[in-house]
């Protein structure tokens, strides 16, 4: 076993929303990772990445699932580039209506507004 590559379930942790999406898009197991060693008879420690520092290395064999190598899995990220300096903000046009609504024993103030997006001036792009 050690050596060998696993899926991490992640449908189970508490704040799945770490992982991306929510509800039936979530993702339900990430990795692959690889053993570093057995834990007892039924648990392993792997090797997890530092953005998965919340997560404790040592998990049971429920929390796992076997990985088979296949090269459509494999994703080249290395060409993706962000641009940090990109922005997007939305630019208020009107308010639309505006209500109180009752919950038991709170008032909610809800305001519906129309807005348009508003992009950087940078790329040229200001039309909608």
Avoid at 31 to 48: D, S
Avoid at 54 to 74: C, N, Q, T
Avoid at 110 to 126: C, I, K, Q, T, Y
Wanted: aromatic share 8%; glycine share 8%; hydrophobic share 45%.
């Amino acid at each position: 076993m050690v050596g060998e590559k696993f899926l991490l379930k992640v449908s189970q942790m508490k704040g799945i929303m770490r992982f991306g999406k929510k509800g039936k898009l979530s993702p339900r197991f990430i990795g692959p990772f690889e053993v570093m060693r057995g834990v007892g008879e039924i648990a392993y420690a792997l090797a997890l990445p530092p953005s998965l520092l919340g997560v404790h290395p040592d998990l049971h064999m429920s929390m796992l699932r076997r990985y088979h190598a296949d090269k459509s899995h494999v994703l080249d990220f290395s060409t993706i580039q962000l641009d940090e300096s990109l922005g997007y903000e939305d630019e208020l046009v009107a308010i639309i209506d505006r209500r109180v609504c009752q919950l038991r024993s709170k008032k909610i103030f809800a305001v519906f507004v129309l807005s348009r997006p508003v992009w950087d001036s940078e790329l040229g792009n200001n039309s909608v």
